[in-house]
């Protein structure tokens, strides 16, 4: 699509938007990831007033990542609530191990909970999700349960949530929206914001998601992300393995968690291969990520997606 279309885009969304919800009330959900800061801009540009944007602290975000998202649309004039949830999803998540078991409690909890219990709040009867042409393919094809997935799955969100689910984005892919974030007038640190999935550091944590492993591997997140920042790949990421290894701490025997970093290029996420970075800048990542307590492996992924896929549940 040319940029002229994608201006064509922007223009035909508000207008069905504004046709969809008339005089009703919208909701959606921001994580600050670059598809929902799409769906927030255009629908508060539709509907003004009659939308409502709330972003969860699910406890799974990376470092400062909560407030940051909300002074970033303070400052583009959108309101957005900040909603704490972190002990829902954390008690909800306790004991589980199994990948699909994790992604259930996530979705359940964030439907159920906490998203449910905000959209009767606001008496919203419509919501609005950046599901992207990508997702709905992967899900249909039975490869990921994607969070965002209702009514592919044969779901009706009437019936279940009674809300009309609405996916303005549905037709684009990354590429797509990373250049109508750009042309709403979204800055960089969105729009060239790396994938992020919605279920966040859980898809990032092999075993039981608790807040002691969530902030080791949200510290190896912060190590990686400021050292491969400027490679210009498609993603890069930690994970916290389910396995320890035997090491040596201050001259004593330890048995240590081990992180995996992976540093994949990408189109579309749908095929991936491993970028063959630099010894130094892998040394430089185990130096730092092996000095977080408890952590004294660090590997790096090479596998291609396929038979690999990105995340590691
Ligand atoms: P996988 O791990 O399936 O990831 O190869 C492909 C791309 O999708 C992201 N991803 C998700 N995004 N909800 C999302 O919004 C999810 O449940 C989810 N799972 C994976 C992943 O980061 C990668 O860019």
């Known amino acids: 699509m040319a940029s002229m279309n994608y201006r064509a885009f922007i223009a035909g969304q508000v207008e069905s938007l504004r046709r969809e919800v ?17 769906v927030t801009v255009l629908a508060h540009r539709a509907l003004g007033p009659q939308m409502k944007t ?23 004039g959108i309101p957005v609530e900040l909603v704490d ?8 998540l306790r004991g589980l191990t199994d990948p699909e078991e994790k992604r259930q409690a996530i979705t359940e909890t964030f439907y159920k909970d906490v998203f ?5 709040r606001s008496r919203a009867t419509f919501l609005l999700h950046g599901t992207i042409l990508t997702d709905i393919e992967e899900t249909v094809a039975g490869i990921k349960r994607q969070h965002n997935i209702l009514a592919q799955l044969g779901i009706d969100p009437q019936k279940a949530y009674g809300y009309k689910v609405l996916e303005p984005l549905a037709t684009l892919r990354k590429d797509g929206v990373r250049r109508v974030a750009t042309l709403l007038g979204l800055p960089g640190d969105i729009t060239r914001r790396i994938p992020f999935p919605g279920p966040a550091l859980a898809t990032r944590i092999v075993g039981e998601v608790t807040e002691e492993r969530l ?11 400021e050292e491969l920042g400027d490679t210009g790949a498609f993603q890069y ?18 048995f240590g968690q081990i992180i995996v970093v992976r540093c994949i290029d990408s189109v579309d996420a749908r095929r991936a291969t491993a970028r063959e970075l630099p010894w130094p800048v892998l040394h430089r990542l185990t ?5 977080i307590p408890g952590v004294n ?9 396929p038979p690999a896929t990105v995340e590691y549940i």
């Open 287 to 291: 130096r730092r990520i092996t000095a």
């Open 215 to 225: 902030a080791t591997v949200r510290k190896a997140t912060a190590i990686v992300e």
């Open 297 to 305: 492996r660090c590997l790096y992924d090479l596998t291609p997606k």
């Open 22 to 38: 008339g005089r009703g009330i919208a909701i959606n959900a921001l994580s600050g990831g670059v598809d929902s800061s799409v």
């Open 54 to 76: 709330i972003l969860v602290d699910n406890a799974l975000m990376r470092e400062g990542e909560p407030r940051r998202v909300v002074k970033i649309f303070r400052d583009l």
């Open 116 to 120: 449910g219990k905000a959209v009767k």
């Open 85 to 92: 949830a972190r002990k829902t999803f954390l008690r909800a």
């Open 237 to 254: 990421l930690a994970v916290l393995l389910n396995d320890c290894a035997t090491g040596i701490r201050k001259g004593r025997r330890e």
